[in-house]
């Protein structure tokens, strides 16, 4: 499980992830989404390159929010979006690894009805900004390539393609393929 960290609240209603009080909030998030494409890896001996493919029938994706609380979780600090009511509309979760000094964006989930408001850039502030102060000087995440909505998202926020792995998901989600997105902070 998590250890948690002090962090200090954001303005923008954000705020740092009080596990017992926020759990049940984080874990009725909505994290599925539509996608009318996907991208595929054209490789050659010395390049990777991503191509959208459009698809015939949209395509309807949902991450298991639960794994943000498995017990082989890896992320340190939480943060949690609200809506003027007290409910949770967001949750990021991050990790710094002091070695290369980098910040790990495990979870970012924003619901489906305060997406494109300006939660997930609020909770990416509230992380670049946590990351920053202990000295990361990038922020990293992985992401699958059939969520095509949340890559053109990251790619607003400043985050740009830095890798890819064909065989990280396998049986997991066959066909899908990690892509790795970074952004300087």
């Known amino acids: 499980m998590p250890e948690l960290t002090n962090v200090t609240a954001s303005p923008a209603g954000v705020r740092a992830l009080e596990l017992e009080r926020d759990r049940a909030g984080v874990l009725s998030l909505e994290t599925a989404f539509e996608t009318r494409s996907v991208f595929d890896v054209v490789a050659t001996a010395r390049e990777l390159r991503l191509v959208e493919r459009a698809l015939d029938t949209p395509l309807v994706k949902r991450f298991s929010i639960a794994e943000a609380f498995a017990e082989w979780a890896q992320w340190k600090v939480g943060f949690v979006a609200e809506d003027v009511a007290g409910a949770i509309v967001g949750f990021a979760a991050v990790a710094y690894e002091a070695w290369h000094r ?23 502030v509230e992380a670049e900004a946590y990351g920053k102060k202990r000295g990361a000087r990038r922020v990293w995440l992985e992401t699958s390539s059939v969520n095509v ?19 990280y998901y396998d049986a997991y989600a066959p066909g899908e393929i990690a892509l790795y997105l970074a952004k300087p902070i």
């Open 149 to 167: 909505p949340g890559i053109a998202a990251y790619a607003r926020l400043g985050y740009a393609l830095c890798g890819l792995d064909t065989t």
């Open 102 to 124: 980098r910040l790990v964006l495990w979870h970012l989930y924003v619901a489906p009805e305060a997406r494109r408001t300006g939660v997930g850039r609020a909770l990416l």
